[in-house]
């Protein structure tokens, strides 16, 4: 029996990528709380939204499988400061310069404040693709990011975010003195902290209860400038002893890394739906090639 002849032709592809077969089918658009809701236990965040929260979702045929959420941003940021020298307080600062810097701040900035992937779809490249194209469809010139998580998985920069060096928190010398003045426990051991405090008397778990509130309305920037007010007697009044010691920890030891992206594509020009592969056909940082 005779063996016909076979060729076997190879192929070589320069810089391959690897790519998700299901990319194609996914889509960027307007999502509602409901969709925060439906993965927000994925998120160690999940028990609070940011000021003036928008929705975003990532679908595939019709199910959300992904959801960012922007806020907006504060009024008063160390990092932003370093990036945007001109937007610093200055001695000579007046009411009026004041309340047009937090115009000019609202009308151009969000940030990104929650951000979860479904778990069957993490690792494929979804998150960052998802980052830059909610960026540019929010419509405003820049977009912010303060992520821990940045320290250790780069979505940020693939998305094309630029970062400013890592910092510790203001307030990082005063709450290391507080927690060791107060505990034996590590000042970062959250659980550790609660359970010092919980083998106390309940008279002494009440005086270290309101030593703790106290301190973090007095060192905590967020409740004495955007959220001050009337309101904060009663946030002070219903806050637990969890949430005390998780916002001294938050002020004082969290140090996220500040992220910053500049639009390049003009306000209006952006669909309100996008195909997630949309980021692959240009660079992060230049503009649509619808």
């Known amino acids: 029996m005779m063996l016909s002849d076979t060729e076997t032709l190879i192929e070589r592809i320069d810089s391959p990528r690897a790519f998700f077969s299901l990319a194609d089918e996914m ?27 928008r929705f975003w979702r990532l679908v595939l ?9 922007t806020g907006t941003p504060k009024g008063m940021l160390r990092e932003r400061h370093i990036v945007f020298p001109n ?8 009411r009026l310069t004041n309340t047009n810097r937090y115009h000019y701040i609202n009308a151009n900035f969000r940030v990104i404040s929650r951000f979860v992937i479904d778990t069957m779809f993490r690792g494929i490249g979804a998150g960052y693709r998802m980052m ?13 990011i303060q992520s821990s998580m940045s320290k250790f998985n780069a979505f940020g920069q693939k998305a094309g975010f630029k970062f400013v060096k890592p910092m510790n928190a203001n307030k990082y010398d005063q709450v290391l003195r507080f927690f060791r003045s107060h505990f034996a426990a590590s000042p970062q051991d959250f659980e550790a902290i609660l359970a010092e405090i919980a083998a106390k008397p309940p008279a002494e778990q009440q005086r270290l209860a309101e030593i703790c509130t106290d301190f973090y309305f007095r060192n905590s920037a967020l409740e004495n400038t955007s959220n001050g007010g009337a309101a904060m007697e009663q946030r002070r009044a219903s806050m637990s002893l969890r949430d005390a010691v998780k916002g001294i920890q938050q002020i004082g030891l969290a140090s996220p890394m500040y992220g910053i992206w500049k639009c390049p594509d003009p306000k209006g020009s952006v669909p309100e739906r996008l195909a997630l592969t949309q980021f692959d056909r240009q660079g992060p940082s230049e503009r649509l090639r619808l």
Request: proline share 5%.
């Open 27 to 53: 889509f960027v658009e307007r999502g509602t709380i409901d969709d925060w809701y439906l993965l927000h236990d994925l998120h160690y965040k999940a028990e609070k939204l940011p000021i003036g929260p």
């Open 132 to 144: 830059n194209l909610v960026s540019r469809m929010e419509g405003n010139t820049f977009m912010e």
């Open 87 to 94: 937007l610093k307080p200055r001695s000579g600062d007046t």
């Open 61 to 69: 045929a019709g199910q959300t499988i992904g959801v960012l959420v």
